[in-house]
């Protein structure tokens, strides 16, 4: 709508992931680093957490891609609120395992067998297999928890062994808290925060880059009010710098100032703008 007005090639704040744009902030190069570490180094399983909308899945996206030549096969879970018996299919599907409707019959031992012999194929080939968890906080069923536990034991042996990455809102530790023998095996635990008043700027500044930006658009007080009214929250940066560009370009504007970011906050939800 607004792109050829402010001479860019490309919306710069959609909040879907694409590589280009992510920004590696502090707080998220110190997440990828860590989490890349465990992946590297064959640590067996790692936490990434953070407040809603601040990048986790973003950096679980980006490690998947920067480990795609070294890992596989990578199963991303994007939906584990399920039954024990159906998450562990779901995950022996993801992994690349022939679906069998014996399994449904025979239970979750046949499953865990499917598995097994997915992760001993995939060492066997050189690879490194992978399984994200993200939102890992819907999980309201221990026994899903539990599996995921006895999946585990598979890292113990070289000829196939895996790495896990649990991905979710901060209270998906006290979950794992409640489950020692799983929360024992986590190697490592990182945690996603807002974005500081710099990397606010930073991050602006980048996408607006990306997308092929020739000049400022936004003036200083208005990435002040974008930091203030968004809180550091990357998501909500997004959607309140695509609308102050939607006015901007509505009102025929040169910039955007302070006033057209408090305007479009002010139409937002709370849980959005604040």
Known sequence: MYEQ???LDSRPFESHFAPAFFFDSETHLAARLKLRYMIEHRLGTGVLCGGIGTGKTAIAALLQQEMSETCGPIAHLVFPKMPAAAFLSYVATKLGAPESAADARQGIDRTLARIEAKLREAVEQGKHPLIVVDEAHLIDDVRVLECLQLLLNFQQDPACAFSLLFVGALN???????????????????????????????YIA????????KREIFEPPAIEALHERSAGIPRRINRLADLALV??????????????????????????AA
Do not use: C
């Open 247 to 272: 006015v901007g370009y509505a009102d025929q504007l040169n910039s955007v100032g302070a006033r057209e970011i408090e305007a479009v906050a002010e139409d937002m939800p709370p849980a959005i």
């Open 5 to 7: 007005y402010w001479n």
């Open 206 to 213: 980048h996408r607006l880059h990306v997308a092929g930006a």
């Open 172 to 202: 998906l530790f006290g979950k794992l808290e409640r489950m020692p023998q799983l929360n024992d095996r986590i190697a490592v635990r990182s945690v996603v925060e807002p974005l500081s008043h710099e990397d606010t700027m930073g």
